[in-house]
C-alpha cells in the first residue's frame, strides 16, 4: 500500500497553507486586481508545490506553544514567498524555461517583469509580516521578518559561488558544501528554528532544531542531485543530467572526477560540448559507483539528523519531526 | 557636506559585502540625502543606519533597472548583486534596531516595484521617490 503524502501523515491541510498564501496578496489594497503581478502570483500558488518549508515551519511550532498557531502559519507563509521569489529568480539565471511542467514566468511575461514580481513578492511578504495579526505594525513582527528576510544575503552568495564556477571542475567537496548550505540547507533550518520561534517554544531548542534542518537539507539537497543523474526526463521534467549541462558541479560529479577512468572525459565538458557529448558523460556518471557514493554522503547528513533529533525525543512533537526525517531521507 | 557620514556609511556597508559587488550610487544622490539627513534632530547612529539602508535600497533597485538580458552571465549577476542587497538592507536594519525603517522603506520598495512592471524605469523617478519617502520618515520619527 502506498505511504500517505506528508502533509497528511503530519495533519497539514496544504489548502489552509495556500489560503494564506494567496490572502498576503488578496489583502494588498494597492494590487489591482487583474493585474499582471496579481494574476502571476496567484497562478505561482495555484500551480502547487511541495511546501516543504510552511511545513517545516509548522513542525517547528509544534515545539512550541499551540495557541500561537497564527503568527506560526505566518511565518510559514514568509518562508514560502521567500521561497518562490527565489525560484522565479533561480528560473531566468539558470535559464529554466519551465517550473513545475508549466511555462516559468519569465517565459509567460518577460525577464524584466518576472524580475519585478519576484520582488514585490519580497516587498509585500515584509509588509505584511511586519504586522501582526490585527493588521497593526509589531515591532515583535517587524524584527523577525527582518531576521527572517535578512537570509537572503546567504542564499546569494551560494548562488555567487555556482555562477563563477560554472564548468569549473576544480571546485572541491568543502567549497560544494559550503554552497550547498548557503542555497538550500540554511533556510531549511531556519524555518524549523523560526517555527519554534513564532511559537513562543523554549529557547534551548531553536539551534537543535536549526542543526536537524540544516542536516536534513544538505541530506535533501545531496539526493536532489543525484536524481538529476538518475531519473528520466519524465519523472523530474527536465533532461537528466540538466545540472551538468548548465554548468553546475554537484556532488556526483566530484566523487566522479576521482575515477581516472571517467575524469577526462568529465573534464573536457564545457559550453562547447555537443549534446551527444554531454549525454555520454552523463549516462558514464549514472553508471559509474560515484553515484553510490554521493548517497553515502547524503546518508551521513542523515545520520547526523536523526542523532540530533534523539535530543528531542522526549517532546510531543519528535514523532512529527521523525516523519519529516522519513520523508526527507527515504 | 558631511563627509564623515558618508564615510562610515561606505565603511559599515564595505564590510558587509562581497569583493566584487559595488554599490549602484551617484555623487549628487548621496549628498542630497546626506543633507537631507542634517536638518533632522536625530542621533548620529541613527543618520547613519538611514543613510546606509537608503544607499542599500537605491542600489538593490538600480541593479535590477540596469538588467541586460542579452549577456546572461551579467543577466545572473546582476540579478544577484540586486538581491544580495535587498537582504542586507533587512539584515542592517535590524541589526541596528530601526525597525519603523524597514517598514517605512519596504513599503516604499514595493511600490517601486509596482511602477517599474508598469513600465517606470526612470532613475530620476526613482530618486526622487526616495527622498520624498526618506523625508517623510523622518518627519514622522525624528522626534
Redesign the interface.
Known amino acids: 500500500m502506498a505511504r500517505a503524502a506528508l502533509p497528511e501523515r503530519l495533519g497539514i491541510d496544504l489548502a489552509a497553507i495556500d489560503a494564506i498564501l494567496e490572502s498576503v496578496v488578496e489583502s494588498d489594497e494597492e494590487l489591482p486586481r487583474g493585474s499582471i503581478v496579481y494574476e502571476s502570483i496567484i497562478d505561482l500558488i495555484r500551480a502547487g508545490g511541495k511546501r516543504l518549508r510552511p511545513i517545516m515551519v509548522i513542525v517547528g511550532g509544534r515545539f512550541g506553544d499551540a495557541s500561537q498557531a497564527g503568527k506560526v502559519m505566518r511565518t510559514a507563509a514568509l518562508f514560502e514567498y521567500i521561497h518562490m521569489a527565489s525560484l522565479i529568480h533561480d528560473d531566468i539565471i539558470d535559464n529554466s524555461d519551465t517550473r513545475r511542467g508549466r511555462p516559468a514566468l519569465h517565459v509567460k511575461t518577460n525577464v524584466r517583469t518576472a524580475l519585478h514580481v519576484a520582488n514585490y513578492m519580497m516587498a509585500r511578504i515584509v509588509e505584511w509580516s511586519s504586522m501582526n495579526e490585527r493588521r497593526e505594525i509589531s515591532e515583535e513582527d517587524a524584527y523577525r521578518c527582518a531576521e527572517i528576510a535578512g537570509i537572503v544575503t546567504e542564499l546569494c552568495l551560494g548562488e555567487f559561488k555556482q555562477l563563477d564556477t560554472k564548468f569549473n571542475f576544480s571546485l572541491t567537496m568543502e567549497e560544494y558544501l559550503d554552497k550547498t548550505r548557503r542555497k538550500t540547507a540554511l533556510l531549511m533550518a531556519e524555518c524549523l528554528k523560526h517555527g519554534a520561534k513564532a511559537a513562543k517554544a523554549p529557547e534551548d531548542l531553536y539551534e537543535l532544531l536549526h542543526e536537524v534542518g540544516e542536516a536534513l537539507g544538505m541530506a535533501f539537497q545531496i539526493r536532489d542531485d543525484l536524481l538529476d543523474f538518475t531519473r528520466s526526463k519524465e519523472s523530474i521534467g527536465k533532461p537528466a543530467g540538466a545540472d551538468l549541462r548548465n554548468g553546475n558541479i554537484t556532488l556526483p560529479v566530484i566523487v566522479a572526477l576521482r575515477d581516472p577512468e571517467l575524469a577526462p572525459h568529465i573534464l573536457r565538458l564545457g559550453t562547447h560540448s555537443s549534446d551527444e557529448e554531454m549525454e555520454r558523460v552523463i549516462h558514464r556518471i549514472a553508471a559509474s559507483r560515484a553515484i553510490d557514493d554521493a548517497r553515502e554522503i547524503a546518508l551521513a547528513y542523515a545520520t547526523k539528523a536523526r542523532e540530533t533529533m534523539l535530543a528531542l525525543r522526549a517532546h510531543p512533537a519528535y514523532r512529527d519531526l521523525e516523519v519529516l526525517a522519513d520523508h526527507f531521507l527515504d | 557636506m558631511d563627509k564623515k557620514l558618508l564615510r562610515d556609511a561606505l565603511d559599515l556597508l564595505s564590510r ?1 559585502q ?1 569583493a ?1 559587488l559595488e554599490m549602484e550610487l551617484d555623487g549628487e544622490t548621496v549628498r542630497e540625502i546626506v543633507e537631507l539627513l542634517q536638518s533632522y534632530p536625530i542621533s548620529y547612529s541613527r543618520k547613519l543606519t538611514v543613510l546606509a539602508c537608503s544607499m542599500l535600497i537605491y542600489s538593490a533597485i538600480s541593479k ?1 533597472l540596469d ?1 541586460s ?1 542579452e549577456d ?2 551579467a ?3 546582476g ?2 548583486n ?3 542587497l ?3 538592507y ?2 542592517l ?2 541589526d541596528r534596531n530601526e ?2 525603517l ?2 517605512h522603506l ?2 516604499f ?3 517601486m ?2 511602477a ?2 508598469e513600465g517606470q524605469n526612470s532613475r530620476q523617478a526613482l530618486f526622487a521617490f526616495l527622498k520624498r519617502e526618506i523625508k517623510s520618515y523622518l518627519d514622522r520619527y525624528s522626534a
Open positions: 558587509e562581497p566584487q535590477h538588467l538580458a546572461d552571465r543577466l545572473s549577476r540579478i544577484l540586486g538581491d544580495y535587498f537582504g542586507l533587512h539584515r536594519a535590524a525597525w519603523k524597514l517598514v519596504s513599503l520598495n514595493k511600490r516595484q509596482l517599474l512592471v
